[in-house]
């Protein structure tokens, strides 16, 4: 299934939409345990995301989530130069990207064991990670409102660069149009069919409605 759960949400009142308080663990145990069973095997996290780290290594230890694949972000302060590298993840990463820039090549960079790569928000920046040959993943937003982004991803794509899109509803602000979830998950899968989309979910309804709408695209 081409769905990454993203966990802003898990532990942060997060979204354009979202005028909520943070998520209880019990939500957001529910929200990571649907995902998985739906067939989600690709959660985007950060140590900036405050409790989601946790609260999502939590659930996935609970159903025994042994094909989970994490990728999480280094904080936008953070250099790979400096003398101390921080604690990402409390497991392995699948992969490790910067956060808001376009990073230096890291030390013994060896992408069969970690992907390394970048989430971005300008084409510009998208521009330069592609010219980098140690990024290995590339996330970037792309929805019907910001087709901008669709050049550099054809070129990380054409580069055997994987490419992950988020914002693809723009945290909530495409329903203010009258677009349907349906139709920003559609437009997006249409354009982009290799792409994985980044999802964020309040509740494990929420989840199956999405990973319904995605299993649509195999029949």
Request: proline fraction near 6%.
């Amino acid at each position: 299934m081409k769905l990454c759960l993203g966990t802003a949400q898990l532990g942060n009142a997060y979204g354009y939409a979202n005028s909520e308080p943070a998520l209880e663990y019990s939500v957001c145990r529910d929200i990571v345990h649907t995902a998985y069973l739906n067939g989600i095997r690709f959660f985007d996290t950060a140590p900036a995301y405050g409790p989601a780290v946790k609260y999502l290594g939590q659930a996935l230890k609970e159903i025994e989530a042994t094909e989970a694949k994490i990728i999480t972000k280094i904080d936008p302060n953070y250099r790979p130069d400096d003398e101390e590298d921080p604690v990402l993840c409390t497991q392995e990463p699948y992969a490790i990207l910067s956060h808001g820039y376009v990073p230096k090549k890291p030390r013994d960079h060896q992408p069969h064991l970690i992907k390394f790569g970048a989430s971005l928000d300008l084409p510009i920046q998208a521009w330069t990670a592609i010219e980098c040959d140690w990024i290995d993943v590339l996330q970037v937003p792309y929805n019907m409102q910001q087709t901008d982004m669709l050049r550099p991803i054809q070129a990380a794509q054409e580069k055997g660069i994987e490419v992950m899109v988020r914002s693809i509803m723009m945290q909530g602000k495409l329903f203010d149009f009258g677009c349907t979830v349906k139709e920003c998950m559609d437009f997006v899968h249409t354009t982009l069919p290799d792409c994985m989309q980044v999802i964020g979910a309040e509740t494990a309804d929420q989840v199956n409605e999405l990973c319904e709408i995605a299993r649509q695209w195999d029949e």
